[in-house]
């Protein structure tokens, strides 16, 4: 089976997974699914395409599949869920790694961008930096009927169709 479906089929993937839909089934501001996983996963490949990184296509959807799995222990415990998903992902990541998909390097790789995806400042990894942007690029507020009560400033909404 192939590494990304290995990590999505994950007892403790699927768990989470399970726990933030529910969590979020009423939430009117943006959701955190699949389809939010695989658009990030996508547009961050597009950009470390055109920006000739180089970065392992497996690392960028290991990283854009799990960035957001902590999310529920935000929601219920108070985590900031970069820091819940980056513990739920290094368990995955050691699991699913036993047979050698993932270096060592790769993991704590992952592991910095989904601990760093949240904020923009200097010194960002590339695979941060991927992470960052196409989190924010996935988002299509100008179709978003919360936009006005979400609190995402201004700078960082997607106000129209931007290639
Ligand atoms: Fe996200």
Not at 17 to 31: A, N, Q
Not at 58 to 79: F, M, N, P, S, W
């Amino acid at each position: 089976m192939e590494i990304i479906e290995q990590i999505r089929r994950h007892p403790l993937y699927q768990e989470y997974y399970d726990k933030l839909e529910k969590l979020e089934e009423k939430r009117t501001f943006c959701r955190h699914q699949m389809g939010h996983f695989l658009d990030v996963a996508r547009i961050a490949y597009i950009h470390n395409l055109e920006s000739e990184y180089g970065i392992r296509k497996e690392v960028i959807y290991a990283a854009a599949l799990l960035h957001d799995i902590g999310k529920a222990r935000q929601y219920t415990e108070g985590i900031a869920h970069e820091e819940a998903s980056a513990e739920i992902a290094g368990r995955i990541l050691w699991d699913v790694s036993r047979e050698g998909d993932f270096s060592e390097e790769e993991r704590q790789e992952i592991l910095r961008a989904i601990l760093g995806h949240r904020k923009k400042r200097e010194g960002m990894s590339e695979l941060e930096e991927l992470l960052y942007t196409s989190d924010k690029q996935s988002r299509p507020c100008f179709m978003c009927p919360a936009e006005r009560e979400c609190n995402w400033n201004i700078q960082k909404k997607n106000l129209e169709v931007e290639i």
